[in-house]
Structure formats: C-alpha cells, structure tokens
Antibody, heavy 122, light 110 residues
Framework: QVQLQESGPGLVKPSETLSLTCAVS?????????WGWIRQPPGKGLEWIGS???????YYNPSLKSRVTISVDTSKNQFSLKLSSVTAADTAVYYC???????????????WGQGTLVTVSS | QSVLTQPPSASGTPGQRVTISCSGS????????VNWYQQLPGTAPKLLIY???QRPSGVPDRFSGSKSGTSASLAISGLQSEDEADYYC???????????FGGGTKLTVL
C-alpha cells in the first residue's frame, strides 16, 4: 500500500521560505510516476502547485512558478517543496500526492498524504 | 474564481440520486479527461472517478461520472449518510498549462 506523509514547520514568517518534505513508503519513487503538491486554504478549494518526476523533471503552476521549487531525493524515497517569499495568502493545508499521467489528459492523483497545515504569520 | 465551475452545494435524502455538475471550456474539459475527488470532513481528498467515468478499485458503483463537450457530471445513486462530503472536479488545462480544480460542491444528506 502506497503511503505518503508530509512533514515540516507548521508556522512560517512572512517573506520567509516554506519548506515541506513528503516521505513515500510502499513504493519506490525511482520506479516511476510523477509526485505532486496540492494546497487548500482553510475553508477553500484545491490548488495545484507542481509536480516532479523521479528523474528530477519538474513542472509548476505558472502563477506560483517564480516562487516554487520541487526536488526529489530517491535515496531517501522522498520529495520536497520550497515556496519562497510567503505571505498570509499562502496559509493552507499542503498535500503531497502520487500523480498519474503527468501533463495532459491523464493527469490525476491516486494516493494522497494526510496533509499538513502551514500558517504564515509573524 | 475557479476555472471549473461547480454548484457550491447540493443535497438529497437517503436513497435518492444526486448529480453534481462541472462546467469548463474547450481547453480543459473539452480537451482532456475529468476526474472527481471526494473529501470527507477533515480528511485528504480521495480519487473517486478518473478518465471521465472510471472507478478506482474499492469505489462503489453507486458513483458514476460522465462527460459531454465542455461539461461533466458526477452522479451518486442510493445516497447514504456517509456520502456527505465535498466533491471536486479536476482536469488539465492546455491553455493555462496547469491542472485545475472546480471550486467544490458540499453535499448534504438530509
């Protein structure tokens, strides 16, 4: 059974960088699939942030691209998210998930982490 | 404002059939397949329907999806109290070059 678990600080100061890690168990990232990040502001809908392939190839939401970096560590079977210059608008539950299909028609997420709330506040 | 448009709420009584709509455009639903996610209160989203009308293993056949042109629908038959959740449609958008979600529909079982 594929399992994903997010970890990282729950509180980040404005203008600083949000950093989260997603540990994957039950499946080797090196075996394939894309791996993505999605966020959900409190009481609001879902927003796709970006995704990474095990080779390191990435693609990002254009509206966040200038601030987002997603990386992968296959030796630890985990991938990470960095979001720079955060503001209160970045307060959200951040989910990591396994992505099927990559860019295009087959794009979907079949396994999700439980999510972690990150609050941006001084 | 979400790229995919869903009604904010829907409701039904146990045993009823309920449908939730999702409206998009030629660059998303019109060009790519639609997926539906169910989010129970306080939990992560769960893939409910993929590729317009396919159910992942373990999803009851009470849930079904369809697509026509630039719109899609999720139907839930034999409504049960445990179906009370938020439902999101999603698709890739070729013009925006990103994955897009609907704003979500909160389903209440009366």
């Amino acid at each position: 059974q594929v399992q994903l678990q997010e970890s990282g600080p729950g509180l980040v100061k404005p203008s600083e960088t949000l950093s989260l890690t997603c540990a994957v168990s039950g499946y080797s990232i090196s075996s394939g699939y894309y791996w993505g990040w999605i966020r959900q502001p409190p009481g609001k809908g879902l927003e796709w942030i970006g995704s990474i392939y095990h080779s390191g190839s990435t693609y990002y939401n254009p509206s966040l691209k200038s601030r987002v970096t997603i990386s992968v560590d296959t030796s630890k079977n985990q991938f990470s998210l960095k979001l720079s210059s955060v503001t209160a608008a970045d307060t959200a539950v951040y989910y990591c998930a396994r992505e099927v299909g990559g860019i295009g028609s087959s794009w979907r997420y079949d396994y999700w982490g439980q999510g972690t709330l990150v609050t941006v506040s001084s | 404002q979400s790229v995919l448009t869903q009604p904010p709420s829907a409701s039904g009584t146990p045993g009823q059939r309920v449908t939730i709509s999702c409206s998009g455009s030629s660059s998303n639903i019109g060009s790519n397949t639609v997926n539906w996610y169910q989010q129970l209160p306080g939990t992560a989203p769960k893939l409910l329907i993929y590729s317009n009308n396919q159910r992942p293993s373990g999803v009851p056949d009470r849930f079904s999806g369809s697509k026509s042109g630039t719109s899609a629908s999720l139907a839930i038959s034999g409504l049960q109290s445990e179906d009370e959740a938020d439902y999101y449609c999603a698709a890739w958008d070729d013009s925006l070059i990103k994955g897009v979600f609907g704003g979500g529909t909160k389903l209440t079982v009366l």
